[in-house]
């Protein structure tokens, strides 16, 4: 086996996790603060009042798996009907993010404001500050 690669080393270049680029996917998708939050689907809504409960009937217990399982399993046992509130305000909390991200939508094609841009000039002015020595 000259010259040949052993296995080791084949398998080692196998095993070896490709990062992506600094230019890649993960540095373009720049989160934007304002941008509403989606809203709950029917089964979190649920878990917010399952966890409530949850803990009062389980003090001692601190595993979030726990509450997760166990939640997911009475959300299976649940019927339609019994499924029906947490459907309506999930749908409720999907109208008012519906509108509210119209309303960010039609700020980003606005653009920024005047005042923002105005401000920003202002500053620019005070940075230089080459007029005030003039004057002293």
Known sequence: MKGGKSKTETRSSKLSVNKPAKGGKAAAAAKD???????????????EDFRQTYKKEHPNNKSVAAVGKAGGEKWKSLTDTEKAPYAEKAEKRKVEYEKSMKAYNKKLEEGPKEDEESGSEVNDEDDDGSDEEEDD
Not at 33 to 47: D, E, H, I, L, T
Request: glycine content about 0%; charged content about 20%; overall charge positive.
């Open 33 to 47: 603060p304002n941008k509403p939050k989606r809203p709950a689907s029917a089964f979190f809504v649920f878990m």
